[in-house]
């Protein structure tokens, strides 16, 4: 009989934990938190292409234009970039987004640091409305 009680125990404590887990997974049941962020979008990157019209490339030195959509209105932006295959990375003065949350900045691609083939990746982040707003835009270095 001693047994027999023991047993009933564990079912009913098995018995408890699958409602309470039931209760926890289902939509009436407990409240859970929503993850926010990080949030997508498209960031434009404007350069004079290549050493000749063929070319999609950008040179050390030139000037980009940045462009974006998304921020918090007025909130600061930081601007990064990094070239992952050799390890560099660095970043420009960061900007407000405008009254309507657009990024508009021109920053110069670092002389000197970066060579012909290196892939430059630029890098802008900042708050939205949904959490961070992180975007990144691939520029391929030439001649």
């Not at 309470?20 to 997508?40: R, T």
């Not at 050390?60 to 050799?86: C, I, Y």
């Amino acid at each position: 009989m001693r047994s027999l009680g023991a047993v009933g125990v564990r079912a009913l404590a098995v018995a408890f934990t699958v409602a309470v887990l039931g209760a926890c997974q289902s939509d009436d049941g407990g409240q859970s938190a929503e993850f926010i962020g990080p949030n997508a979008g498209e960031l434009t990157v404007g350069y004079q292409k290549g050493c000749d019209t063929n070319n999609e490339t950008a040179h050390q030195g030139d000037e980009l234009a940045l462009g974006a959509e998304g921020f918090t209105p007025g909130t600061p932006v930081s601007l990064e970039w990094n070239v992952d295959s050799r390890g560099l990375d660095g970043s420009w003065d960061g900007v407000d987004a405008s009254d309507e949350g657009s990024l508009l900045a021109t920053v110069e691609l670092p002389r000197g640091l970066i060579d012909p083939g290196d892939r430059v990746k630029i890098w802008a982040e900042g708050s939205s409305a949904e959490g961070i707003l992180a975007l990144s835009k691939v520029v391929p270095i030439g001649c």
